[in-house]
């Protein structure tokens, strides 16, 4: 496996969140490695292949609590080519397999939310059925355990503490309470295939039902009386308002940036998944650096998921989402693959300048988005993130952990392969 000083990774960084990394190699020369991910079962989860890429961005050097704006800690510096895999489309990827090996973890959370959010009150008891019982992958308290799990191997403890647990809880009531609220703003009617909470049971009792997980979350988190932790995920809740106040701040923007728009995914995404992992890994008493290592894979994991996610906006079909199709551009928020595109087509910014006010201009935008690259664009950003966040897996051990957070990877890029 491949590990690399942070200071080397791809042609750009911008300064955002603390590395701590210490350790020191540098990529294969090839174009093409072949690798294999082999859970404990024996059964082969996937290939991927490492191919030469021309740019990458990454964030790199801000502390999850820093009080200096990200503006002031961007720094751009030039760099290297980095390497980035691609999945191969014969090997396709189950979730369920990637978390069997923490599925008995999985549930005990899920019988511990229900009674957690709804137990002080009968409307909230239905929201809550509503909301943990729309689907969903858990996926950010599965990254909890899967770290935890890897990390305390290498701190010797034979189960996982108590605080792993409740991290996990709270991180789940976190990031819904952040999709009922986020429903309400965007006033969609359908969250994975079901009903929203706003649509079924009006807009005040969205808010309040987001409130009160909010609250809740923070009553636990305060409970763990670990100051790093309860620092660390305080700065969530902080990052989710910033990004949104930036994403209302900047519709139908133009001259939105690339590096702006890494900064509004980093808060609306990939902080908290930052701070799963390396809470995860706090609470296992590990060394500084991996703790840090595992912020980072959050991070570069949370920020490929997103680009991931505006990508298939424009690919997918309502049903497949599980909520409207095209919904960002629609209302102004433009992504990765429309920022990639106003780079090379004037004829895209009047259209969305009109704010879509002719009859048909918003599928000749879209078709004007897909003919220059913009979706192609972003998927090479999507897998250059997903590059770094396996880099970060390095200094776990091998084993059926390690196997799932880089089948968690992979899994992402494969949305949209």
Same mark, same amino acid.
């Given at each position: 496996?491949?590990?690399? @000083?942070?200071?080397?990774?791809?042609?750009?960084?911008?300064?955002?969140?603390?590395?701590?990394?210490?350790?020191?190699?540098?990529?294969?020369?090839?174009?093409?490695?072949?690798?294999?991910?082999?859970?404990?079962?024996?059964?082969?989860?996937?290939?991927?292949?490492?191919?030469?890429?021309?740019?990458?961005?990454?964030?790199?050097?801000?502390?999850?609590?820093?009080?200096?704006?990200?503006?002031?800690?961007?720094?751009?510096?030039?760099?290297?080519?980095?390497?980035?895999?691609?999945?191969?489309?014969?090997?396709?990827?189950?979730?369920?397999?990637?978390?069997?090996?923490?599925?008995?973890? #999985?549930? @005990?959370?899920?019988?511990? &939310?229900?009674?957690?959010?709804?137990?002080?009150?009968?409307?909230?008891?239905?929201?809550?059925?509503?909301?943990?019982?729309?689907?969903?992958?858990?996926?950010?308290?599965? &990254?909890?355990?899967?770290?935890?799990?890897?990390?305390?191997?290498?701190?010797?403890?034979?189960? #996982?503490?108590?605080?792993?647990?409740?991290?996990?809880?709270?991180?789940?009531?976190?990031?819904?309470?952040?999709?009922?609220?986020?429903?309400?703003?965007?006033?969609?009617?359908?969250?994975?295939?079901?009903? @929203?909470?706003?649509? #079924?049971?009006?807009?005040?009792?969205?808010?309040?039902?987001?409130?009160?997980?909010?609250?809740?979350?923070?009553?636990? &988190?305060?409970?763990?009386?670990?100051?790093?932790?309860?620092?660390?995920?305080?700065?969530?809740?902080?990052?989710?308002?910033?990004?949104?106040?930036?994403?209302?701040?900047?519709?139908?923007?133009?001259?939105?940036?690339?590096?702006?728009?890494?900064?509004?995914?980093?808060?609306?995404?990939?902080?908290?998944?930052?701070?799963?992992?390396?809470?995860?890994?706090?609470?296992?008493?590990?060394?500084?650096?991996?703790?840090?290592?595992?912020?980072?894979?959050?991070?570069?994991?949370?920020?490929?998921?997103?680009?991931?996610?505006?990508?298939?906006?424009?690919?997918?079909?309502?049903?497949?989402?599980?909520?409207?199709?095209?919904?960002?551009?629609?209302?102004?928020?433009?992504?990765?693959?429309?920022?990639?595109?106003?780079?090379?087509?004037?004829?895209?910014?009047?259209?969305?300048?009109?704010?879509?006010?002719?009859?048909?201009?918003?599928?000749?935008?879209?078709?004007?988005?897909?003919?220059?690259?913009?979706?192609?664009?972003?998927?090479?950003?999507?897998?250059?993130?997903?590059?770094?966040?396996?880099?970060?897996?390095?200094? &776990?051990?091998?084993?059926?952990?390690?196997?799932?957070?880089?089948?968690?990877?992979?899994?992402?890029?494969?949305?949209?392969?």
């Amino acid at each position: 496996m491949m590990s690399l @000083t942070c200071q080397n990774i791809g042609r750009a960084r911008y300064d955002m969140v603390s590395c701590g990394c210490s350790s020191s190699s540098s990529f294969s020369k090839k174009n093409l490695i072949k690798t294999s991910i082999n859970l404990n079962k024996g059964f082969e989860l996937h290939k991927f292949k490492f191919v030469s890429s021309k740019r990458d961005v990454s964030l790199f050097g801000k502390k999850a609590f820093s009080t200096k704006s990200p503006e002031a800690l961007l720094n751009v510096v030039p760099q290297g080519p980095a390497s980035v895999f691609e999945p191969n489309s014969s090997d396709r990827i189950l979730v369920s397999s990637l978390l069997e090996v923490v599925a008995e973890d #999985l549930l @005990t959370l899920n019988k511990n &939310l229900q009674s957690i959010v709804g137990a002080e009150n009968p409307v909230l008891m239905s929201a809550a059925e509503q909301i943990f019982g729309a689907g969903g992958k858990r996926m950010r308290p599965a &990254l909890v355990f899967l770290v935890a799990r890897a990390t305390a191997q290498i701190a010797e403890l034979k189960e #996982l503490t108590s605080e792993h647990r409740r991290l996990a809880e709270i991180i789940e009531m976190i990031h819904t309470a952040s999709l009922i609220h986020d429903d309400v703003l965007d006033d969609s009617d359908m969250r994975r295939g079901k009903d @929203t909470i706003h649509q #079924l049971y009006g807009t005040r009792v969205a808010i309040l039902a987001g409130d009160f997980m909010f609250a809740q979350s923070s009553w636990y &988190l305060a409970n763990l009386e670990n100051i790093e932790v309860i620092k660390l995920i305080s700065q969530v809740i902080k990052d989710f308002a910033s990004g949104e106040i930036r994403q209302a701040s900047s519709l139908f923007d133009c001259d939105v940036t690339l590096e702006e728009y890494l900064i509004k995914s980093y808060f609306k995404t990939a902080s908290l998944i930052a701070a799963s992992t390396k809470g995860a890994a706090i609470f296992s008493g590990v060394e500084r650096n991996i703790c840090e290592q595992m912020y980072e894979y959050g991070k570069n994991l949370g920020l490929s998921f997103q680009v991931v996610d505006d990508i298939l906006d424009f690919t997918q079909s309502a049903e497949q989402l599980g909520k409207p199709a095209g919904l960002d551009l629609a209302k102004g928020n433009l992504t990765a693959p429309v920022i990639f595109a106003l780079e090379r087509e004037p004829k895209l910014r009047e259209i969305i300048d009109s704010e879509f006010s002719e009859d048909g201009s918003f599928n000749k935008a879209v078709e004007l988005i897909i003919k220059c690259e913009g979706i192609k664009r972003a998927q090479e950003l999507a897998k250059e993130k997903a590059n770094l966040a396996i880099q970060n897996l390095q200094c &776990l051990p091998l084993g059926e952990f390690r196997s799932s957070l880089e089948g968690m990877v992979m899994y992402n890029l494969e949305r949209i392969d």
